[in-house]
C-alpha cells in the first residue's frame, strides 16, 4: 500500500496504519474495475481512459503498469515511494472513474466503518478539526487526489518544463529542484525531451555496469537496515518482507516482479523468484529472501537451487537474504557458514569470504563460484530481525 501525506499526528500507529489500509483497499477496487475492463474484450482499451499517449509507451507497457500498480496497492507492505508513472497512471485512473461515476457517495467500495470512525474521533493528539477533516477526507473519492499525492510533478507538462529547464541551464535546475531526480522521469518525457536528455547527460554506461555490483550491495544492506528497524516486519511473512525490500530497492533500481505469468493477477507461486534486478530492461541479479528460525538446510538448499535453475543467463551476482528470528544470533551465523561453507553448489565453488564490514546484527558471506569457467558471486546475508 502507499503511504498518505494525510494523517501525522496520530497517538496509535495501528490507527495510521488502518487509516491506510481503508484507503488502499477503496484505491485497489478502482483499479480493479479498470482492470475489469481490459479483461472483458469488449473492445475498451488502455487509449480509453488515457487523457493523452505522446510518451509512445506500447499499450502492453501501460497495461502491465496497472497490474503492477495493483499489485503494490494491495501489498501490505508500506510504500513510501512509488515511481511517476505509476503516480501518474494512479492520478489519471482515479480521475477517470470519477468523470465515469455521478454519485461521490457511492464510488467508494468500502464505506468507513463505525470503529475507524470511533478510533478516529478517540486519538488525543488529534483536534477536532483534524479529526472532522480526516473522516470526510477517507470517506469520498473525489477529495483522494488531495491528500495522496504531495505534488504533481508527474503530470506531463510539469515533466517538460523540469527537463528543459535542465536542458537550457542544469547548474539553474540544481539549484531550485536538487530533489527532482529527472531520471526518474525519464519514461514520461516527451520523446524529443527524452533525446536532448540523453545527449546532456552521455553517462558512461560502461562505469555504471562496473559499479552496479558495489552500489547494489550498500543498497541491499542499507535495506535490509530499514526493514530490520521497522516494527511492522518484526513478525511478518517472508513475501511481506521481501516486498518492502524491493519498494525500499525500487528508487534506486529497476526491477522485473516475477509474481505474475502474462497479464493476470495472481499470487505467488513457490517456483517463483522474489526480484529480479535490471539494468535497462537487461537482467544483472536475482534477489531471493527467506524467513528463518534455525538452519534449515532443505529451505536454504531449495532457495538456493532456485536461484541458479532462473539465473539462465549467468549473473555475476546474486543474493539470498535471510530474515533470521532467533535467540543466539551468533551460534545462528556459526552454523549458517559452515553448512554453505561446505554446501554442493550447482556449480564449483572456489571460496566462501566476508567482508571486512560486518554488524552484529547483520551478516554477510559470499560464495566465491565458477560457472562455465566464469566467475559468479553467491552473496549470503543474514538479517536478525
Request: aromatic fraction near 14%; proline fraction near 2%.
Amino acid at each position: 500500500m502507499i503511504r498518505i501525506s494525510l494523517i501525522n499526528n496520530c497517538s496509535c500507529k495501528s490507527l495510521e496504519y488502518n487509516i491506510m489500509r481503508f484507503v488502499n483497499d477503496n484505491l485497489s477496487e478502482v483499479i480493479r474495475v479498470l482492470i475489469d475492463l481490459l479483461e472483458d474484450n469488449n473492445g475498451f482499451s488502455v487509449s480509453d481512459f488515457l487523457p493523452e499517449n505522446n510518451f509512445r509507451i506500447e499499450a502492453k507497457q501501460w497495461s502491465e503498469w496497472i497490474y503492477d500498480l495493483y499489485d503494490l496497492i494491495k501489498s501490505n507492505s508500506i510504500r513510501d515511494y512509488i515511481k511517476p508513472h505509476y503516480e501518474y497512471l494512479l492520478y489519471t485512473i482515479l480521475h477517470w472513474f470519477i468523470e465515469c461515476n455521478i454519485d461521490d457517495e457511492k464510488m467508494l467500495k468500502y464505506d468507513i466503518t463505525f470503529k475507524l470512525e470511533k478510533a478516529i474521533m478517540a486519538d488525543n493528539q488529534l483536534t477536532d478539526d483534524e479529526k472532522s477533516y480526516i473522516i470526510n477526507a477517507i470517506s469520498y473519492l473525489s477529495n483522494y487526489s488531495s491528500f495522496i499525492f504531495d505534488d504533481l510533478d508527474f503530470l506531463p507538462d510539469n515533466i517538460a518544463n523540469y527537463t528543459q529547464i535542465f536542458l537550457n541551464n542544469e547548474e539553474l535546475f540544481r539549484i531550485f529542484f536538487d530533489d527532482i531526480d529527472l531520471n526518474d522521469f525519464y519514461v514520461l518525457m516527451p520523446k524529443d525531451l527524452q533525446e536532448q536528455y540523453t545527449t546532456k547527460i552521455s553517462y558512461n554506461k560502461t562505469d555504471d555496469k562496473l559499479n552496479m555490483q558495489e552500489l547494489l550491495y550498500e543498497k541491499i544492506l542499507r535495506s535490509c537496515e530499514r526493514l530490520q528497524a521497522n516494527y511492522l516486519y518484526k513478525n511478518a511473512t517472508e513475501n511481506q518482507r521481501n516486498d518492502h525490500l524491493r519498494d525500499l530497492l525500487s528508487s534506486h533500481f529497476d526491477f522485473r516482479d516475477q509474481t505474475r505469468q502474462g497479464l493476470s493477477v495472481a499470487g505467488k507461486d513457490a517456483g517463483e523468484i522474489d526480484i529480479l534486478i535490471c539494468n535497462e530492461t537487461f537482467p544483472v541479479a536475482i534477489i531471493e529472501g527467506v524467513n528463518l528460525s534455525s538452519v534449515s538446510q532443505k529451505y536454504i538448499s531449495d532457495h538456493i537451487d532456485k536461484i541458479f535453475k532462473y539465473d539462465t543467463i549467468g549473473n555475476k551476482f546474486n543474493f539470498l537474504i535471510s530474515y533470521v528470528e532467533v535467540t543466539d544470533f551468533q551460534m545462528f551465523w556459526n552454523k549458517y557458514v559452515s553448512y554453505i561453507s561446505n554446501y554442493n553448489y550447482p556449480c564449483e565453488k572456489v571460496a566462501v569470504i566476508h567482508p571486512k564490514q560486518q554488524f552484529s546484527e547483520l551478516r554477510t558471506a559470499i560464495a566465491v563460484l565458477k560457472r562455465n569457467g566464469m566467475s559468479t558471486l553467491l552473496y549470503h546475508i543474514a538479517v536478525h530481525m
